[in-house]
Structures are given as C-alpha cells and as structure tokens.
C-alpha cells in the first residue's frame, strides 16, 4: 500500500490523492497517508465547502466565451454575460477570471498578475520562426471544466511540430504541476528557447532558475502583443472544442483519463493540414506520415511502371 500510493502521489491531483485516504484504515494512521500522499494532515480533517452551481456555471460560461474569442477581456466578457440576461459585475467576472487563471489576449494595463519582485525576461521570438522541432517550447495553463468545479490544465508545445510534450492537471493554481511539467519534458529533450506569458508561475525562481541550469534562453510575451502565444491558444482551443466540451467529467479522475486519450490521439492520430496532414508527434520525430509513404512508393514505382509499358 505504501509503495502504490506514494507512486501515485506523484501524478494525481491534490482532490485525487484526498479521495485516496482511508479514515478507517486500521493499519495505516492518518498521519502517515498524509505523509506518502504528500498531504497537509490538517487538510484530512477540514472539509472546504465547494463552489456554488452559480459560481461553477458562470465560470464555465466564461471560459466558454474566453475559448471562442481569447482577445476578450474582462469588459467584454461582462457585456456578453448582460446580454444572456445575466446579472453580473465586472469586478465579479474579474475576480472568476483571476481564479481560473485565464486574461484577455488584448494588451491592457494587467495583462500580467506577476509579482513585480519577480524578474521578467524580453521576447525572443519577434521575427523568428521556429525551424525544427526542440527550437522552440511555449508553456501556459488553461482552465478545464468538471460537472461540479474544476481544473487546472499546463501544457508545453513544441511549436514547429505543435507537439504536446508533457502536461499536467491541478486542482490549484500552485506552482507544483507546473513544475512536475517542465521536469517531465525536459526528461524528453531540451529546446532552444523556452516561451511563455509573465504570469507568476513563470516569472517564479522555482521556474527561472530551472530552465538556467539547462541552459535554455527564456522567453516571455510582450505586453500589448497579442499573437505571441498564439499556437498554444489554438491548441486549447482544439482540446476544448474536440475534448473537454464534448464530455462531462464528473471527477478529477475522469477528466485526467480523458484527456490522456485525447493529447494521445492529437499527438499521434490527429493529421493537422498545418503540417501538410502529418501528426505532431510525426514530425516531432522525423517520421514520415502513412501518405507521404503512399506517395514516396508511387513515384518510386512510376519508373519501372514505364519500362513495363514500353516493352508490352
């Protein structure tokens, strides 16, 4: 038991690993599955109260209003949740996006929430095109919907490929997934340059200090550029429209083995016409596509087909 739930610790959310714990567990105190989940004992005694079903569906609205049009801020988003007859303040719907960890595309004066203590690095990527896969790796986080709450969802993109190379889910907003996630692609590769936003997440020691001692140059968007991280805007938007939207999770759990079939099947059955109708991971690894080979073996049997006629 000590074995399987301290593997498990490692790759389930903190709601997954709190449902682990045994209260009646004759043989396994308390205090030690707080200590092999990597738990707060205090957290096994105080049960939080949950999110209202107002507060569960208006953020869900909102994330559904962000997805389709990611350069609406909290203005607008206001406005549109009015017009559905929806009787909602901008400070709340402020507040609700600041939660779901999610800020209009559109430059404004808080396009980032980072802690001015906290150092920022210049864009890299003006006038660059990333030319093969590991040149360049943007990461950002994305809100992700369950019937009763929700998630937090990190994903790190190759860009040329639009490979998912690693990703991970919490139920927070705390800097550990985040880690987990970086450390589980650098396990694979290591690019170039490593983009992202300046939220607090990425502009933390814990982060910067990371990606220095691998040697990546690092890259943070601009204010007022509202294409900068564009390809991992588009890839949140597939996950949701192809993903999330279609599905109901009910748990953490379910929503996690959604997902890994899903970026399973984006990653590696997914032909994106972007990339000439290969998959990311086809590209990310050099491989050629299943009609790239149909067409190699044509025009190499082309000749010989020729021969055969002229001697008939």
Known sequence: MRGSKKNLALTLTRRERLALVERAAAGLPLVQQAEL???????????????????????????????????????????????????????????????????????????????????TYPYLLRGVTAAHPNHVWGVDITYVRLLAGWLYLVAILDWYSRY???????????????????????????????????????????????????????????????????????????????????????????????????LEFYNHARPHQSLAYRTPGEVYRGASSPIDRLNNSAERSEPHLQAALSLS
Not at 44 to 71: M, N, Q
Not at 79 to 103: C, P, W
Not at 177 to 194: D, G, H, N, S, T
Request: glycine share 6%; charged share 25%.
């Open 37 to 119: 989940l990597s738990l707060s004992r205090a957290s096994l005694y105080y049960h939080a109260v949950g999110p209202s079903s107002e507060e569960v569906a208006l953020k869900h609205r909102i994330d559904e209003l962000y997805t389709a049009c990611p350069f609406y801020g909290s203005r607008r988003i206001t406005v549109a949740l009015r017009r559905e007859g929806r009787e909602i303040s901008r400070q709340r719907v402020q507040h609700y996006m600041r939660e779901m960890g999610i800020v209009g595309l559109a430059p404004g004066p808080n396009l980032s929430r980072r802690d001015l203590a906290q150092r």
């Open 164 to 262: 998912v190379v690693s990703w991970e889910l919490s139920d927070s907003l705390e800097i550990g997934f985040v880690l987990a996630a970086v450390e589980r692609a650098l396990a694979q590769a290591r690019p170039e340059i490593f983009n992202s936003d300046q939220g607090s997440h990425f502009t933390s020691p814990q982060y910067i200090e990371r990606l220095e001692a691998a040697q990546i140059r690092v890259s943070m968007d601009g204010r007022g550029r509202a294409l900068d991280n564009i390809f991992t805007e588009r890839l949140w938007r597939t996950v949701k429209y192809e993903e999330v939207y279609l599905h109901e999770y009910a748990s953490p759990r379910a929503a996690r083995s959604g997902l890994t079939r899903y």
